[in-house]
């Protein structure tokens, strides 16, 4: 099936920067889209999702954007904190099947 | 409090034997799905349930077994039929299956 994938693996932010988490995804049917954070040894916590009908959506600190042209989705996170350091996954759902991950990125904040 | 519950946290078993994952629910959510993660790698689906007595098949179903008899619990079986079982094992559930699914805290089984 198709896949949801990311740019970069890996990813250094110096703390108080702004972050850029990129996503790309082949699957055109996809109508929604949510990001998820995952502290080592833990269950992946959500952050924020996105419907196919917008093209952007704000959080505390974090937005979306969905760029359906180009099939590519970013997660900002805004003057990034110590805290953020986790490994962000994309995923995606088309309708009401389960949603499809991909690899992750990890972010590593930099003091 | 309200969430989901996944036990144990860790879990050892000898090569050969089954083992039965729990995963319960008081958030009232009717979809369930189990999910396994390997080092470094994404989350690849194994079975989920939409409704309570339904479920279905995800990509890596070969060697797993589930039940819905409850709606508040998803239990998987990994049996002796899963080739590569030590893994970090998932489950989520979300209100509806067109929802965001909330996960649980993970069950790392380790297969000696």
């Known amino acids: 099936g198709e896949n949801v994938g990311l740019h970069l693996p890996t990813l250094s932010v110096q703390e108080g920067d702004n972050s850029i988490i990129n996503c790309a995804y082949s699957n055109s049917a996809s109508d929604y889209f949510i990001w998820y954070k995952q502290e080592s040894g833990k269950g992946p916590q959500f952050i924020i999702d996105?419907?196919?009908?917008?093209d952007k959506r704000q959080g505390q600190r974090v937005t979306v954007l969905l760029n359906k042209t180009v099939k590519h989705l970013s997660l900002q996170i805004a003057a990034t904190q110590p805290g953020d350091s986790a490994v962000y996954f994309c995923?995606?759902?088309?309708?009401?099947?389960?949603?499809?991950f991909g690899k992750g990125t990890r972010l590593s904040v930099i003091a | 409090d309200g969430g989901i519950t996944q036990s144990p946290k860790y879990l050892f078993r000898k090569e050969g034997q089954n083992v039965t994952l729990s995963c319960e629910q008081n958030l009232n959510h009717d979809a369930m799905y189990w999910y396994r993660q390997d080092p470094g790698q994404g989350l690849r689906l194994i079975y989920y349930?939409?409704?309570?007595?339904?479920?279905q098949k995800g990509d890596i179903a070969e060697g797993y077994s589930v039940s819905r008899e409850k709606k508040e619990s998803f239990p998987l079986t990994v049996t002796s039929a899963q080739k590569n079982p030590t893994a970090f094992y998932l489950c989520?559930?979300?209100?509806?299956?067109?929802?965001?699914?909330?996960f649980g805290q993970g069950t790392r089984l380790t297969v000696v």
């Open positions: 349930s939409q409704i309570v007595n339904d479920f």
């Open positions: 989520a559930s979300s209100p509806t299956s067109d929802r965001e699914a909330f």
């Open positions: 996105i419907r196919s009908n917008m």
């Open positions: 995923a995606e759902r088309v309708g009401n099947t389960p949603l499809v």
